[in-house]
């Protein structure tokens, strides 16, 4: 997973607006997803975005799409303690077209 | 609709010992999929399969076996576990290549 990389850590205020970035490497990758996982869970599909997008949004959720510049990034409106998780990208690459995962990003919501 | 369902949650295993993590989906997805998650280093792929009777390997497959002989059931095997092999790992699957992935809720393993 390291040739998708994220920041490791990242704190907010409650009601602030959080954003988490993300860089890929495969040009060709046709979906890229940001994935959710709670402590002691799975991960959950929060949302994706076709590579032929710039933008989707989804209720308290932007995803921003660069192609350019291979760049992905996922801003949470109105931050919620609830949104305290890790936050996983992932591309779909390769011939099988399998994820590849970036690092996770903790999202701290400090009160 | 169960999903994917891991088994066991947790075990503990001593160096050298054999065993069998289990995975199943009822969803009659063809791909499915194993990942291992460490800190810091997100969740690297183990091993993959497109079909029943298809396996392949992934970025870290050493170590590890695995078998489809059918489309439910994908279980991944430790042949002679080593303490670098402790860590979480979770099953994934999906329809088609470009779909979602669904994952189970993970198997978190130690090896003393």
């Known amino acids: 997973g390291e040739d998708v990389e994220q920041s490791l850590f990242l704190s907010v205020r409650e009601g602030d607006s959080s954003v988490i970035n993300c860089t890929y490497t495969d040009s060709s990758s046709t979906y890229l997803y940001w994935y959710k996982q709670e402590p002691g869970a799975g991960l959950q599909l929060l949302t994706y975005i076709f590579s032929n997008m710039d933008m989707k949004q989804d209720q308290r959720l932007t995803v921003l799409l660069n192609k350019k510049d291979k760049h992905l990034s996922l801003r949470i409106a109105d931050t919620q303690t609830g949104d305290s998780a890790i936050y996983f990208c992932a591309e779909r690459r390769g011939s099988a077209r399998q994820l590849t995962f970036g690092s996770g990003t903790q999202l701290t919501v400090l009160p | 609709n169960a999903g994917v369902t891991q088994t066991p949650k947790f075990q503990v295993l001593k160096t050298g010992q054999s065993m069998t993590l289990q995975c199943a989906q009822d969803?009659?997805?063809?791909?499915m999929s194993w990942y291992r998650q460490d800190p810091g280093m997100g969740l690297r792929l183990i091993h993959y399969?497109?079909?029943?009777?298809?396996?392949d390997q992934g970025e870290v497959p050493n170590g590890y076996n695995v078998s489809r002989s059918t489309t439910e059931d994908f279980p991944l095997r430790l042949l002679s576990a080593a303490p670098s092999q402790t860590s979480v790992y979770f099953c994934?699957?999906?329809?088609?290549?470009?779909?979602?992935?669904?994952f189970g809720q993970g198997t978190r393993l130690t090896v003393v």
């Open positions: 969803m009659n997805h063809e791909y």
């Open positions: 399969s497109v079909g029943a009777g298809i396996t």
């Open positions: 994934a699957s999906s329809r088609a290549r470009n779909t979602e992935a669904f």
